[in-house]
């Protein structure tokens, strides 16, 4: 089981003189505007409302830091897509995440989170060939799992996979609501984090 001890948010920016000093590994979340990625933080360390979540898609227009176990930092990108939000800031997340994106040396892993409902958005594929471009570790989260049948998620799931060009071990399950999959992907946020940065395995989650 993953134990967390503590959890707290640390600054809010959008250029590189606003992000805390790097000394600790970060994982990013991406995704688009409404595919659950506050509710994925939020059961990933175990805490209602660490992130804010919100029925308005797009509500996330900074890049937010969040301190787990004094050891690793968890990162809430702006989400990408149907964001309810006024052009001139639309505009601003591309060049804010690629700069963050491009220049972190500390960025150990980037989770990209899909609907398993949906099909892959363009924004999806062009984000995973950037992430890959650069050499930056990926994993990709399907969450909202509650929603469709067994059947239906393997279905969804292999449109995924088939549509990012992604293998098996490439992707996790998760639901807010049942929690599953939530041990699975600390175990691969883990793994990845041994392999990038062997230094921060004292301070990851357990």
Same mark, same amino acid.
């Given at each position: ?26 994982? *990013? ?78 960025? /150990? ?23 890959? /471009? ?19 998620? /393997? ?11 992604? *293998? ?7 639901? /807010? ?26 301070? *990851?989650?357990?």
């Amino acid at each position: 089981m993953v134990n967390i001890t503590s959890a707290e948010f640390v600054t809010s920016g959008t250029r590189p003189e606003h992000y805390p000093p790097g000394d600790l590994p970060e994982i *990013a979340f991406v995704g688009r505007s409404n595919v659950g990625k506050s509710s994925l933080i939020n059961v990933l360390v175990n805490r209602k409302s660490l992130v804010r979540t919100s029925s308005t898609p797009g509500r996330t227009q900074l890049i937010n830091f969040f301190r787990v176990n004094g050891g690793l930092m968890l990162v809430d990108l702006p989400g990408y897509g149907f964001a309810r939000v006024p052009p001139e800031v639309k505009k601003q997340w591309g060049p804010m995440v690629e700069t963050y994106l491009a220049g972190r040396s500390c960025l /150990a892993c980037v989770v990209l989170i899909v609907d398993v409902r949906r099909t892959p958005a363009e924004e999806d594929r062009l984000m995973l060939q950037w992430l890959r /471009a650069y050499d930056i570790p990926v994993l990709v989260v399907i969450t909202k799992c509650d929603k469709v049948s067994k059947n239906e998620r /393997a279905k969804q799931a292999a449109l995924i996979s088939r549509t990012l060009g992604l *293998a098996p071990d490439e992707t996790a399950f998760f639901s /807010a609501l049942s929690r599953e999959g939530r041990d699975a992907i600390w175990a691969r946020i883990e793994a990845i984090m041994a392999e990038e940065h062997p230094q921060a395995e004292e301070g *990851a989650p357990e």
